[in-house]
């Protein structure tokens, strides 16, 4: 079964650190990529996305993200983060052909210093 | 105007109890999700319709029932609520024709059986 795998459970940084999630997916075919951000309370919001093309993908809010098809990756970076961007941090998965089903991670917990 | 809302934001109710949580999108779609996040912030899919169709149906006890009255609804009903059915549960919503699978996320109905 395709799985999602989040190396990071929970990271603190200061405010300017950079930051880099991982994530690494299992299925060797086609897929399209995700990354969503729940701010405490709230709904998931998408970050940025991976459907084709070039495998660098900038997000909202300074997010951008690095497909690396020969290692089943897909990180998710920042070169200087802030307060507001405290959350929980899921990467996410849909295998081509199957109707949609986003495969979750188990989701990486930032607390950003002030 | 909200792209995906639900209805309660807050359900708290007791064990054997049967209740309704409701969801609405007005982006068009055809595909509408329900997803469960547990006490650990995992998130896994529930169910999936398309076009009123039901195409994704998980591991879920059959106490879980959901209802597609049209393309813009998804309602999900449980009945005999018990204790660990405590989540948080996120309706989506995407437009899967085109091939695309980025999912609209609800603000999420905090259901807490005691």
């Known amino acids: 079964a395709q799985s999602v795998s989040q190396h990071n459970h929970h990271v603190i940084l200061s405010e300017a650190a950079s930051l880099e999630l991982g994530c690494n997916y299992s299925?060797?075919?086609?897929?399209?990529l995700f990354w969503y951000v729940q701010y405490p309370g709230q709904h998931l919001q998408l970050l940025l996305k991976y459907f084709s093309g070039d495998p660098l993908v900038k997000g909202i809010k300074g997010f951008e993200a690095e497909f690396i098809k020969s290692k089943f990756s897909f990180n998710l970076r920042k070169p200087s983060v802030q307060w507001s961007d405290t959350a929980e941090y899921f990467c996410?998965?849909?295998?081509?052909?199957?109707?949609?089903?986003?495969?979750f991670g188990k989701g990486t917990k930032l607390s950003v210093k002030p | 105007d909200t792209a995906v809302s639900q209805t309660p934001k807050y359900l708290v109710t007791q064990m054997g109890n049967d209740k309704s949580i409701k969801c609405e999108q007005n982006l068009g779609h055809d595909t509408m999700y329900w997803y469960k996040q547990d006490s650990k912030k995992f998130l896994k899919i529930m169910f999936s319709y398309n076009n009123k169709e039901l195409i994704i149906n998980e591991t879920v006890p059959n106490r879980f029932s959901p209802k597609s009255p049209d393309k813009a609804h998804l309602n999900l009903h449980i009945n005999s609520l018990e204790l660990g059915d405590s989540a948080v549960y996120f309706c989506a919503s995407s437009q899967i024709g085109t091939g695309f699978y980025e999912q609209y996320f609800g603000p999420g109905t905090r259901l807490t059986v005691t």
């Open positions: 996410a998965v849909t295998v081509a052909g199957s109707q949609g089903n986003l495969i």
């Open positions: 299925y060797g075919g086609t897929v399209n």
